[in-house]
Each structure stands twice: as structure tokens, then as C-alpha cells.
């Protein structure tokens, strides 16, 4: 897995995670509550992006509907590079055939989501060990989610997804290759990990690594800890989505 897997501590109970990694928990009833880096457009990135018609924010957390939890996964791994998915549930339960078949990770029982969508083709898969936290009749299960990964030789991006408008939900991915079948259409110096997309006009711009596509989120500068850019970064993969303009109209957003 190319890059470091986030270190993600549980302490007294309470989930730690490093800055800028999104965590979402799953009470055993209720909403979820999710809490993302602060950026400027995080509305309507859950808006339009992650299609929930009207996400909440109450303090640094975001309150959502758990039909949401899927496609909010997918997306923020493809935005974030991984994703914190911290989840309760009770002692009694048991692991079923209907956590075998699940497609995500909204899922109850004792494997500690080991076995969350073993007999499906989902978007993203776990990464690292389980934790797990006693809380007497409940037990809170964390796991660090990213994406999947294509074992076979990377090949250079050519318009597969083309035209195609972002989606995070199964269903409008279908057919989609994995980003990890290709190079990063950046730097092209490591296999991509994530699809990035145009955030003004929606549509699929390129695979790219980790790395890459944190360097061009709007509003982080090397002075706040990220990487200078490399002689070899391009930003050409913009005009992938068909209407970027470095004149007649307003650039694409990262």
C-alpha cells in the first residue's frame, strides 16, 4: 500500500485520530456523526458530492442519515486518502451471513467488520488491525478504511472515465476500473490510489496518489506541513474534465 497507513488511537473510550484524516461513528441507533478536516466548501461537498439533501453541523461535527454511510466512505477516501470508521455495538451480537454479503461497513456483529463485504466488489477496503475498546454492554470497533487496491501492472490513464460525472454510490460506479489499475496522473512516479474530480463542474478529472491530490486541496501551503511540490507535478490533468478553461471560464477547484 503505497503511503502510511494514519495512527489511530483509542483513549479512555474516545477515538484519536491524526489531523486532517475524517472519522465517522456509527452509534448502535441514530444518525451518524461524522467530523471532517474544516475547508471551506465542506457543505456543499456533502451536498453535491456525497448527495446528502441536508447535512447538519453542530460544532466540528456533522450530523447525517446512515443511508448515507457508503457513499460517504467512498467519497471522503477518494477526497482524504482514508477514512476512521468507529462503530458500536453490542456484546451479544454475532456475525451472519448478511454481514458476509454487505456491501459497506453499516454492519453489527462480532468480526469487528474483518468480513464487511468479503462477497462484494466495494470501493474501499480495510486497511490494518481492528481496535476495539470495552464499553460494558456496548463494544466500539475502529477501523481505517482506504481504497482498494488492483494488484496488476499499472498502465498509463487514458480517458477511461472520460465525460463520466463523479459518483460515489455503487451503482453510478459501475464499470469503473479501480484508480489503483493506473499511474498517477501527476507525478506518474507511483500508482494512483484515488479518483479525483472537478468540485466546480463535477465531473471525473484523473487517478491520482495520495500524495498529489493532498498537495492540490485549496488552502493548505508548505508552511502548515505539507510537502513542497516536486519539479515533476503537473496539473494537466485538469483539462480531463471537458470544461476546464484557463481563460474563457473559472479554473476547475482541486
Same mark, same amino acid.
Given at each position: 500500500m503505497q503511503g502510511d497507513v494514519p495512527e489511530v488511537r483509542i483513549v479512555n473510550g474516545r477515538l484519536v485520530t491524526p489531523p486532517g484524516v475524517p472519522m465517522v461513528w456509527l452509534p448502535q441507533d441514530g444518525q451518524v456523526i461524522a467530523k471532517i478536516p474544516a475547508r471551506k466548501g465542506n457543505r456543499r461537498w456533502l451536498h453535491q458530492t456525497v448527495r446528502i439533501r441536508s447535512p447538519r453541523l453542530d460544532g466540528d461535527r456533522w450530523t447525517l442519515p446512515r443511508s448515507c454511510l457508503v457513499r460517504l466512505v467512498t467519497a471522503a477516501i477518494d477526497q482524504y486518502g482514508y477514512i476512521v470508521v468507529c462503530r458500536d455495538m453490542s456484546t451479544l451480537s454475532r456475525c451472519t451471513r448478511s454481514c458476509l454479503e454487505a456491501t459497506g461497513v453499516d454492519c453489527d456483529c462480532s468480526c469487528l467488520g474483518a468480513h464487511?463485504? @468479503?462477497?462484494?466488489?466495494?470501493?474501499?477496503?480495510? &486497511?490494518?488491525d481492528a481496535m476495539v475498546a470495552d464499553l460494558g454492554e @456496548?463494544?466500539?470497533?475502529?477501523? &481505517?478504511?482506504?481504497?482498494?487496491?488492483?494488484?496488476?501492472?499499472? &498502465?498509463?490513464?487514458?480517458?477511461?472515465?472520460?465525460?463520466?460525472?463523479?459518483?460515489?454510490?455503487?451503482?453510478?460506479?459501475?464499470g469503473w476500473p479501480a484508480a489503483s489499475r493506473f499511474m498517477c496522473a501527476s507525478c506518474m512516479s507511483v500508482r494512483a490510489r484515488v479518483w479525483d474530480h472537478c468540485h466546480t463542474h463535477g465531473f471525473v478529472r484523473a487517478p491520482l496518489c495520495n500524495t498529489c491530490n493532498t498537495r492540490h486541496w485549496?488552502?493548505?501551503?508548505?508552511?502548515?506541513?505539507? @510537502?513542497?511540490?516536486?519539479?515533476?507535478?503537473?496539473?494537466?490533468?485538469?483539462?480531463?474534465?471537458?470544461?476546464?478553461?484557463?481563460?474563457?471560464?473559472a479554473p476547475c477547484s482541486a
Open positions: 464487511h463485504g @468479503a462477497d462484494s466488489s466495494s470501493w474501499f477496503e480495510r &486497511v490494518g @456496548a463494544k466500539r470497533t475502529t477501523i &481505517v478504511y482506504s481504497a482498494k487496491t488492483d494488484d496488476s501492472e499499472p &498502465v498509463i490513464y487514458s480517458g477511461e472515465l472520460s465525460r463520466r460525472h463523479y459518483r460515489p454510490d455503487p451503482a453510478g460506479r459501475r485549496g488552502g493548505w501551503q508548505p508552511q502548515h506541513g505539507r @510537502a513542497v511540490p516536486s519539479s515533476n507535478l503537473d496539473t494537466s490533468y485538469y483539462r480531463w474534465c471537458p470544461l476546464f478553461s484557463d481563460e474563457r471560464e
